[in-house]
């Protein structure tokens, strides 16, 4: 992490096991600190990992965060995390339909698992916070048809996914559901461990152009009317 960004987003300590913040998650939390909507709001960050976005949420006016995550790990990591900041984060351990019990939300990010994987994610390993299944959508599919009812009529949400997830079928899935969706930040970044390792397996499948080794983050931001 560069100095710069140790000065403008949290100070983040990471737990074997639990997602490390990295370009995406900064990104996601350039667009959190700009909602004019977030002072006062009650915000839900699901799959908060190290709890990096539900922390800028809190530290940027937000009046009540809610923050889940299916590890124990990165529940556990979050709420240290969070302490470490000075802010007070609800984290709790539980699914996207847990959380829907808690809504409605004026606010709602994520950073969810996006990456294409050979096979559906399975156990609770550290894989879980990027694997998604052979298109990366298996949480994104969710997440776009739990948008609705997650917020409160005026609510916004914000998540990050990568272009080798179909940010145009996120876009359709939200505008269908009846929201407003753009794409209102893009960063081009190279391949991590991850991807790398499964370049061959992306060009074989043709997700990938023979040699190519970046991808394009986008957030996703959308609305509920």
Known sequence: ??????????????????????????????????????????????????????IEAARNGAREVFAYDISERAVACAEANSAANGTTVNVCLGTLDDALHRGPFDVVVSNPPY????????????????????????VLDLLCASMPALLALGGTAVFVQSELADVDESLRQLRSAGLDAEVVRRQTIDFGPVMHERASWLEATDQIDIGCRHEELAVIRSRRR
């Open 1 to 54: 992490m560069t100095a710069a960004r140790e000065r403008t987003f949290p100070a983040i300590s990471v737990d074997d096991g639990v997602y490390a913040p990295q370009e995406d998650s900064f990104l996601l939390c350039s667009e959190i600190v700009s909602l004019d909507i977030l002072p006062g709001a009650r915000v839900l960050d699901l799959c908060t990992g190290s709890g990096i976005a539900a």
């Open 115 to 138: 990456v294409p994987s050979r096979n559906e994610p399975v156990g609770m390993g550290l894989n879980r916070a990027w694997d998604a299944g052979d298109r990366g959508r298996t």
